[in-house]
């Protein structure tokens, strides 16, 4: 499985973005996609997580109600809706994958493994 995010960009505080992680070499629908971000100096933070049927959750209470993610099997294709835009949110976005289940935020192996990440930058 390969996985390629796309959609990051440079927005300003407030704004959206759609993230989309398109996936190749198998089928998405076996495996649960979890959304990532870094930050520069920062540890490597679990955003959400989607089930192959479409069960989220979500790793960062914080975030909760302003990033949405979502699936389309038939496109291969997860995305994250990020809404307000914060300048802390700026970050590389990452997704990974995982087969048939969620797996933790931190210290879990995916075995679908990782995209490239894609950058998100937050200023005015």
């Known amino acids: 499985l390969q996985l390629v995010e796309s959609g990051g960009g440079l927005v300003q505080p407030g704004g959206s973005l759609r993230l989309s992680c398109a996936a190749s070499?198998?089928?998405?629908?076996?495996?649960?996609i979890g959304w990532f971000r870094q930050a520069p100096g920062e540890e490597r933070e679990g955003v959400e997580c989607i089930t192959p049927v479409g069960g989220v959750i979500n790793y960062a209470d914080s975030l909760r109600g302003r990033f949405v993610i979502s699936r389309d099997n038939t496109k291969n294709i997860v995305y994250l809706q990020m809404n307000s835009l914060k300048l802390e949110d700026t970050a590389v976005y990452y997704c990974a994958a995982n087969f048939r289940r969620c797996g933790l935020p931190s210290n879990f192996r995916w075995t679908g493994g990782w995209g490239q990440g894609t950058q998100v930058t937050v200023a005015s």
């Open positions: 070499g198998s089928t998405l629908a076996d495996y649960a």
